[in-house]
């Protein structure tokens, strides 16, 4: 079994700051990349920031320059998802999505979070 746990959810203003981090544990043998999606009410689920094993990044066109996604130093299974100069169109529940190889495997698999809210409002 391998867990995703999502955490920060929060309600900010527009124009403010928030953090998220993401843990994988269990039977996770090899991760090879670490993602962080978004659904927006109403609307498709999309790719907001993407980190691989070697920590190559990437981001949506929509967040560059605003949200950055990095690891933990040591604990390769997290990663934080650090969001500044939040709009309004930035609400939406976000998910964490670990690509990797459960133990022993020679497969790879991807496992999800169970999401959290993130709204920004006035």
């Known amino acids: 079994q391998v867990q995703v746990v999502e955490s920060g959810v929060g309600l900010v203003q527009p124009g403010g700051s928030l953090g998220l981090s993401c843990a994988a544990s269990?039977?996770?043998?090899?991760?090879?990349?670490m993602n962080w999606y978004r659904q927006p009410p109403g609307k498709e689920r999309e790719l907001v920031a993407g980190i691989s094993s070697g920590g190559t990044t990437n981001y949506a066109d929509s967040v560059k320059g605003r949200f950055t996604i990095s690891r933990h130093n040591e604990r390769k299974n997290t990663v934080y998802l650090q969001m500044t100069a939040l709009k309004p169109e930035d609400t939406a529940v976000y998910y964490c999505?670990?690509?990797?190889?459960?133990?022993?495997?020679?497969?790879?698999?991807?496992?999800w979070g169970h999401g959290t809210q993130v709204t920004v409002s006035s």
């Open positions: 269990g039977s996770i043998g090899s991760i090879n990349a």
């Open positions: 999505n670990v690509v990797g190889s459960p133990t022993f495997a020679n497969y790879e698999r991807i496992y």
